[in-house]
């Protein structure tokens, strides 16, 4: 959970929320599977240049795996106190 009933709080509980879910271990998986996504469904490895042009496509395309990286990305937006 993230606190925002002080700017104290949002910062500590944010730091808290952040060592317990973006450590390297925690995030390797995810960002492994993005690159073998981005991999096999882009010309990323063929011509790089064109990659924030399929990124952008592919968010505004409804791709399921952008939608979902997307979506994940996204900040709570209840008030006071936010799951993460």
Avoid: F, K, Y
Wanted: glycine share 2%.
């Amino acid at each position: 959970m993230v606190s925002t009933a002080s700017v104290e709080d949002l910062c500590r509980s944010t730091l808290s929320w952040l060592d317990q879910h973006c450590s390297l271990p925690t995030l390797r998986p995810m960002v492994l599977s993005s690159l073998r996504l981005l991999s096999t469904t882009t010309a990323i490895l063929t011509d790089p240049s064109l990659l924030p042009e399929q990124a952008t496509l592919a968010v505004t395309q409804g791709d399921p795996a952008a939608a979902a990286l997307h979506h994940s990305l996204q900040p709570a937006t209840r008030d006071n106190v936010h799951p993460m």
